[in-house]
């Protein structure tokens, strides 16, 4: 009798314990089934269009062609929902958009390849690979490494401006590309340019505090420094919140690619800057920058917490204090999946995050949803349900 009793309370906590668990990620399954609905609405009502949704303007979806820098996410986020829910309309739909971008491969008017190839074929060669997937990434590699100059050691962001030769620092991001290429297949090159951009990037964007310049331009003949300032945020001297993230986000991809401490040190450091800095709300989604003296009343940018949440989640498995960078992306995927930021199912466009900034100062995509910040918070929710070990 005694022992059918221990048994009982036994099996009692054990029911207790799940649902406790259960009722813990209830909030992650949520996320998931709103951005399942509203990928899958948008893939389908916008199917005709040949184009693809980047953010929301004067109260319609903003779509862009196959040469737009934000033209990758809305593909990449239907693969990474396709991965997270096993749906096979979000996988149709992602072959779908994924597709549009074949000639891109052969672009070589941006540094944002990275971005628009890596995020759509890179995911799709991963989850349902198909023939010419890889050699279109292969070939996206090359027209990357065309924008590379000895002289400077950097890839060249843009071409457009005054500047001679400007580098942005969200093109760290580009060059997971060019890692994966040169272990696949493509030119050994790509990865040495790959580690020289983040070798002279570490040198010359960064301040003491580890906050960045967000366009640095050089001599392109002589590599010499000739303006350090910004484009999209507040000011030469802020810190323009996603500028700090992708910051964040490249080092830390640096570091899973080559191992080098130097990179490592370089990711805690731009964690520790982020997460210290007074001027990050309590619910830890910045303001689009982080010195705009409006503080609390100045717009927030979703879009730099959902990229700061997935590099954390990554960073936080590299090093032995890694739960304090958990728990901090912990609590931003927790502000994100609140109504303040998650859509209704319907609503907000057809995006899943709310209240993102795109370009502030051209008064352009103020406190809108954009298509990068659902692609990067879709992959925080994969990393942060993968690492807590939850099942979907
Ligand atoms: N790469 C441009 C941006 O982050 O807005």
Known sequence: MKKLLICLVGLYMIGVSCKHEQQ???????????SEYQLTRMASQLAQTDSLPRSIRNGEVRLVAPRDWTSGFFPGSLWLAYELTGNDSLKFYARQYTRLL??????????DLGFMVFCSYGNALRLAPEQGDREIILNAAESL????????????????????????????MNLEMLFWAAQNGGNDRFREIAVKHADVTILNHFREDYSSYHVVS???????????????????????????????????T??????DQRYLDMAKAIANYIMTHPAIPEDKVPLWDYNDPRGLEAPRDASAAAITASAL???????????????????ILQTL??????????????????????????????????NY????????????????????
């Open 145 to 172: 490494s065309s924008r590379f100059s000895e002289e400077t050691g950097l890839i060249r962001s843009w071409d457009f401006g005054e500047w001679k030769y400007p580098v942005i620092i969200d093109n760290m």
């Open 373 to 392: 910040a659902d692609y990067y918070f879709l992959e925080a929710i994969k990393r942060y349900a993968q690492l807590k070990d939850i099942k979907i």
């Open 254 to 259: 640096c570091y899973r690619e080559t191992r």
């Open 337 to 370: 999946a609140t109504d303040e930021y998650l859509a209704q199912k319907g609503e907000n466009g057809g995006f899943i995050l709310k209240h993102s900034v795109g370009h502030l100062p051209a008064n352009s995509e103020i406190d809108t949803p954009l």
């Open 218 to 252: 050089f001599d392109p003949e002589t590599g010499e420094v000739e303006s350090r300032g910004t484009f999209q945020g507040l000011s030469d001297s802020s810190s323009w919140a996603r500028g700090q993230a992708w910051g964040l986000y490249g080092y830390t």
């Open 24 to 34: 813990d990620s209830d909030w992650i399954r949520k996320c998931i089934d709103v």
């Open 102 to 111: 074949e000639e891109l491969q052969y672009y070589k008017g941006t540094h």
């Open 313 to 331: 989640l990554e960073l936080g498995t590299f090093v032995d204090d890694g739960k304090a960078l958990f728990d901090y992306a912990e609590e």
